[in-house]
Structures are given as C-alpha cells and as structure tokens.
C-alpha cells in the first residue's frame, strides 16, 4: 500500500501500489497541494514578498531556472530539498519540512516531465460520461455510479441499506432540522410500496420546516444576527430578511434569482418589496454606533467585510487574504480586492453614520417598514373578504377590520440597500485607510477570471450577480460547484472537497472530481433548482447506506472520503434545541416573524455597555420557537446555543467545529429550555402510556429515538426511576421546585413525585449520544 498524506486536511489516502504505478500522478491533487503548502508563500502569486524571483506556481519560471523536465537530479528544485540546513528548501526557520513521501512525489512529478495544469477551482467543470461499474445492482443514479466506480478501483463495497427507522430519522434531521413524529416512522415502516421512501422525501421537502432547515446553513454562510457586532452590540432591523431566507428555500427560488435578489434586489427593474427586503444582505456586516468614530476608517473595515462575504459565500475563495498584499497562495491580487469592493461603493452608510446611536434598536438607515410575503398574502386575502361585504357595519366587518389593522401594526422595520454616487475607492497599501497614495479602482471582477462587459458604464452590483451565476461569460459554473459542494456536505458529512470555504490554493482537491463537475453541470443546466438537487443527493443508494462501517473501511479511509458508508455526526446546536422541544410536545411551529428570546442566564449581559442592558426572556409561546429564530447576539450567543458550537457570525461559517466539553452536557441538563422540556416530556409519557414502567418507557425511546429500550437501558432507568421517586416522595418541595422550572404550568393532575422522577429520566435520555446525533 502508499499512503497519500494531504496537509492541507489531515486526510491520508491508502491506494493499492500497482494501480498507483498505472497512473500518472495529478498535478492539482498529488503535487499543488504539496506546493502551495511548502513553497508557494515565498515563491507563489505575491511579487511583494517573493523571493529571488522565483515563482514556482508558474511553469514558465519553475522550469527556466530550477526544474529540468524529466531529470530530477538535474533539477535546483530538487537539490535544495535534498540540502543540507543552511540550503535546504524550504528554510528550517520555516518551520516546514517535507515528509518522505512528498519528496519521493515531488521526484516522480519532474521525472514525469513536471507537468503543470491550471488550478482546478478556475477550470471550468467538465461533463464526463457516467462510469461503468462492475456491481451494477447497486446504484440508483449517476451519483452512485461515479462513488461506486472509486469505491471499486480503491477495493471498497458499499455498506448495506440502513434500516427503515434509520432512514427516516436520517433525512427528517437532514430536510427539516426536526424528528419525525412516531406517527410518520410508523406509516414509513408500513408502506412496503417501491416509492416509500421518495414519498417522505418529497413530503419533507413540500414542509415549512425545509425552509427553516435550509436557512439556517444560509444564515451561517452570510453571517446573519440581530445586533450590530461593534462596539455596543446593539440591536438591529433585519428580521424580515431570514423571513426572505426561508421563502426562498420553501418556494424552491432558484439560485441564481436569490443570488441577485440579495446582492442587488435594489437595482433589479420594477424592485420588489422582497427583492428590496434581500437587499438588505448587503447591510448583514458589523457596524458600529460609536461616537467619535472615523468614517473612512469604517468605510474600509466594511469594503473589506463584504469582500471577504460576498467571495467565500458565492466563490469559494479567501480574496479577504488580498486586503493588505496580494494573495499568497492564489492569483488574486491586491487590486482585485479593492475592485471587488468598489461594487459595494453605491450602498448608502453615510445615514446611519449620521444618526446611529446607542438605542436599542439602534438606527440603521435606510430602512423600510414591511409585512412579510406571507403576511402580505393574508392581507390581502382579508382585505378582498371584508370588500365582498355590505358597506354597513356588521361584527363581521369589525372583526375583519380588527385583523387588518392589527396586521398591519406588526410590520416590522428592515435594513434594505440604497445606490448612492459611489463613493471613490483606491487600493489601500497594506490595508492602511489613512494611505491615500494608491491607485483609484473601479469596479471589476479579478483579472485572471476574465472581465465584466459593461458597454463602457461603470459596473453594478446586479453586474457582479450576473457574473457570479453567467455560465457563458461569468463564473457561474464555478459558483454551482462551490454550492452544490455544500449541499453535499449537508447530507453525507463532509464536502466532496472538504475545504467548503477555500477551493483555493490551500484548499483541498475534490476526491470525486468527475462527480463534483457533474452535479455543478447538472444543477445550473437544470435552472439553478435547489430542492431538485437536494432530492437527487439523498435519493441515492450511497445516502441511504448504514452508517456502520467495516473495521477496515475505518482504517484506511478513516474520513470516508470513498462514502463507502453514512457517516453520524452530532446535530447543530438549534437543532438539538427543536429536537427537545419537539419530543417534549412544546415546539412552537409558528412560521417567520420577530426574533425569539429563549431563558437565558441572568447577568449574561452584564459586560455590554452602551446602553447597559438587561435581557428579557419572552412570556409567552415565543419562548419555544424553534433556534432559527432565536435572537442572535454576537458578542454574546446564547450560552446554551455556544456550548453546541453556534458561531458568533461575525464572520462566513461554511462549517461550524464539533467539540465535546462537559459545557455541551451541562447545558442539556440545566438550561430551564431543557428541564421543562424534560417535565413536558414526562407529562407526555405518564399520560400517553398506562401505569406500567416498562410499557412508560417503552413509549418514551418510541417518542424520543424511533426504537424501544433494551435489557440495559431499561435496567439502568428504572434504577434512577426508582431512586428519584424515593428522593421526591421524602421531599415533595424538591420536588414542586423541579416542576416550576419555566412557564408553562405543570400538569396538576399528576402526582407530584412521580412527575418529577420521570423528568428526571426524560433528563437522562435527552442527554443520550443518540438523541444528539444524526445517524
């Protein structure tokens, strides 16, 4: 076997030796990763900080002075990597230094003729026809054809078919971010029907929860939250674009319409309230409300926000990197980043700059007062009722009137985006704003990607839009293969190139790049249509394989870059949160709307100034809303949110990190949304089941998990039932003090101790591995 050891992921590949010898090494998988993380920071892209002149990201440069094509022992290149210390490539001072089988690669590339190809992040994708197989009852689409042709060239076979229960937890969790009901396992488990499985897909994917599920991953990537970042972190309007967010996905938008709705809705003819709500992702970035602050220092910090956003989220690239110096790694120079910038040069900061302040909200002009698509909907529908009747007052019409005005009076404040005369932007040496000696920019995508078209009229956001999702004269294959590759993740765990955020130079090649070129090509030719997509990627005999894998599949694809079976992996934070609330019966179902504000620790926000605030948990059925709508601080995420991983948004998340700290437990058993939940839950199991224990938790693994307990399980939770009921029948104040956590009332016409010792189990079985974890 020869282990192939990526650095740029920790990923090691184990290929068999004479199919290794067959091929000819590829340049962007074997040999630029290599590179790009060895030597390309002082002999890459950036002419500021190269050294000796030598670029060896360039062909032309590499092989006139230190690579003889075909002659490795003829070659500088190799030689120095050979040296002794004081000569050695790259510099011991460096910190880096090349294992074995890099320099064995790096020899077996020059002896190949040192061939170079273009990045592949910058090719275009391209249609390959489907592979044979030799199993050819396995597959259930191309996408099965292309994993299983690796699979079988790797000496891998597919993991068996997961079982019914399995498979509709699976892509419940993965379409809606929720459980399903026992209701909805048991009509899957009795539908013996060929298509029983595409019936709950296309239920899902017909649900409001979709939308929810998938605006969530949306928010992370455009770094949504409801205060302003800076500063005093005071809150802000926005809440009607994560509505935006969520009709988008439910209505099934396609992607290069919402693409061009978010970064120039404003600009689009006839502008809709919705496309001027979307807008409003240009006003997302941190502000702030200081007084004193220096507007051309802020104009900068912005500019370079949006760069960084509107790059990693529709590019797949680090042009942020390019703020202070050209890009160390990638083609993206200095001047392409404030190019970049100065298509944002139109949008209007100079009123909020003008009349921040430190209220809560704080203002952020423009603003817009709006009904969502939905409320405007219903309006609209009640206002056409009322007109159908008589002139004269009836308590029909006072009532329709009363509906109207209160609709009406819930329309909410948004930021949206405004053109203004662009402002001028020039190239800020070393990012320094107060350096006004660099060249004036205007508008333009980066030069090696090509050029905009624009008949001589300075470039538009809605121009840069175009470009991002043009197929023919843009970037937009390139764009469907950055999403489409993050779909993926969402549904098999990790990316078919891991590197979601930086298909760049330090990125990692794709593993499947046949596969990935053809669901980019499919996904644009298809007219951008995500949910078709998405149905495609879970429909595959490869998304329903057990997530158990083979002793030697662990070993030698330990990431299972192969898919030779499911991975599991913990649930998001929010999602853990709905889970509970939704086993426990709580869960508020209500679509869009105001942010929620959950329980939260008191003095949580003891350390934000200006204003000084106390936060105020809602006292009524907001308080179980589910985590997509929870109110958003980013100096302080909410603490039980945190302990899940959420992130701050500050920044672009394509993937939030997993941890595990004894915070994440702690958490589930003392946050009060998990200990009421908990009383809920043993509300549910003492009232839907009969005296019996057994049959009790029988029917909470049913509510909880989709299966019944076992010998040990049931062992272990009658012990703790047993001893709870002992403790709360000694103390029923204890008791009565466990109960009255939260606020919905307890059930008083259970028993007080017996209450309280089954909210003590449910506890035990929220705090299961397999209640948090995706299967």
């Not at 990597?81 to 001072?93: G, Q, Y």
């Not at 019936?199 to 770094?223: F, H, I, N, Q, T």
């Amino acid at each position: 076997m020869i282990r192939f050891f990526s650095w740029t992921t920790g990923v090691v590949l184990l290929v068999a030796s004479p199919l290794w010898a067959e091929k000819p090494l590829d340049y962007n998988r074997d040999v630029r990763p290599i590179l790009s993380e060895n030597c390309f920071y002082c002999h890459g892209p950036d002419p500021e900080h190269r050294e000796a002149d030598l670029r060896l990201d360039d062909p032309q440069s590499a092989k006139e002075s230190v690579i003889v094509a075909g002659d490795a022992h003829a070659s500088e290149f190799f030689a120095r990597i050979l040296a002794d210390e004081d000569m050695r490539m790259p510099p011991v001072e460096s910190g880096k230094k090349l294992s074995k089988q890099q320099i064995a690669t790096l020899k077996r590339w020059i002896e190949e003729g040192a061939p170079f190809e273009k990045h592949w992040a910058y090719v275009p994708p391209k249609s390959t026809s489907t592979p044979e197989v030799e199993h050819k009852d396995w597959p259930q689409s191309d996408i099965d054809r292309y994993l299983l042709a690796r699979m079988e060239s790797e000496g891998f076979a597919p993991a068996p078919q997961a079982d019914k229960v399995t498979l509709i937890r699976r892509v419940t969790f993965d379409l809606t971010g929720l459980p399903p009901t026992l209701e909805e396992v048991q009509s899957f488990l009795a539908d013996e029907s060929p298509d029983a499985f595409e019936k709950v897909v296309d239920r899902l994917l017909a649900s409001d929860r979709y939308g929810e599920r998938m605006a969530a991953y949306w928010l992370d990537l455009v770094r949504f939250a409801d205060t302003v970042g800076y500063h005093g972190d005071q809150d802000h309007n926005i809440s009607p674009y994560r509505d935006y967010v969520l009709d988008a996905f439910n209505d099934n938008k396609p992607f290069d319409q919402f693409t061009r709705e978010q970064l120039a809705g404003d600009l689009l003819p006839g502008s809709s309230i919705d496309q001027k709500i979307a807008s409003g992702y240009n006003r997302l970035l941190q502000t702030t409300h200081e007084g004193g602050l220096q507007e051309k220092e802020y104009l900068a910090i912005y500019a370079a926000d949006r760069v960084r956003n509107v790059s990693q989220v529709w590019m797949g690239a680090t042009v942020g990197c390019a703020q202070c110096h050209s890009h160390k790694y990638d083609p993206y120079t200095i001047t392409d980043f404030y190019s970049l910038a100065a298509f944002f040069a139109d949008v209007d900061e100079a009123k909020h700059f003008k009349v921040g302040t430190n209220a809560l909200p704080t203002k952020r002009p423009p603003e817009m007062k709006v009904l969502s698509k939905r409320e405007r909907a219903e309006l609209a529908h009640l206002q056409a009722e009322l007109d159908q009747m008589s002139g004269e007052a009836t308590e029909e019409t006072k009532r329709l009137q009363g509906q109207i005005d209160a609709l009406n009076a819930s329309a909410r404040l948004t930021m949206v985006t405004e053109a203004i005369e662009p402002r001028t932007m020039r190239v800020l040496p070393r990012g320094n704003w107060l350096d006004e000696t660099g060249e004036v920019v205007k508008p333009a995508v980066p030069v090696f990607l090509g050029s905009i078209e624009s008949n001589d009229k300075r470039a538009s956001r809605l121009d840069l839009a175009d470009w991002l999702v043009d197929t023919k004269q843009g970037t937009g294959a390139l764009t469907s293969r950055v999403f489409v590759n993050r779909l993926w993740y969402l549904f098999y765990g990790i990316g078919l190139s891991s590197s979601l955020g930086d298909f760049g130079g330090q990125g990692e090649p794709p593993v499947h790049p046949e596969l990935l070129d053809h669901l980019a090509i499919d996904f644009y030719e298809h007219g951008w249509d995500v949910k078709r997509m998405v149905k495609q990627m879970v429909m595959t005999a490869a998304y329903q394989q057990s997530s158990q894998a083979t002793a030697e599949a662990r070993e030698r694809d330990p990431y299972n870059r192969f898919y030779s079976h499911q991975l599991r992996h913990r649930l998001s934070a929010e999602m853990i949160r709905d889970n509970a609330l939704a086993v426990s019966g709580l869960l508020n179902l209500e679509y869009g709307g105001p942010s929620a504000k959950p329980y939260q620790p008191a003095g949580y926000y003891r350390n934000l100034n200006f204003p000084q605030r106390t936060y105020h948990a809602d006292e009524d059925e907001q308080q179980w809303r589910r985590g997509v709508y929870v109110h958003w601080q980013r100096q302080f995420v909410h603490p039980s949110l945190m302990a899940f991983d959420a992130p701050s948004r500050e920044e672009c998340t394509v993937q939030r990190p997993t941890s595990n700290t004894p915070l994440a437990a702690l958490a589930l058993l003392n946050d009060p949304t998990y200990i009421e939940a908990a009383r809920e839950f043993a509300t549910r199991i003492l009232t839907q089941a009969n005296t019996n224990d057994q049959s009790r938790l029988e029917v909470a693994f049913e509510l909880a998990l989709s299966r019944r307990p076992d010998a040990t399980e049931t062992q272990v939770l009658t012990q703790i039932l047993n001893e709870n009921r002992a403790v709360y029948r000694q103390d029923s104040a204890a008791a009565a003090k466990l109960l009255a956590i939260g606020l919905k009332p307890s059930d008083n016409k259970l028993e007080l101790a017996e209450l309280a010792a089954w909210t003590q189990v449910a506890r035990v079985i929220f705090n299961l591995d397999e209640f948090i974890t995706r299967n």
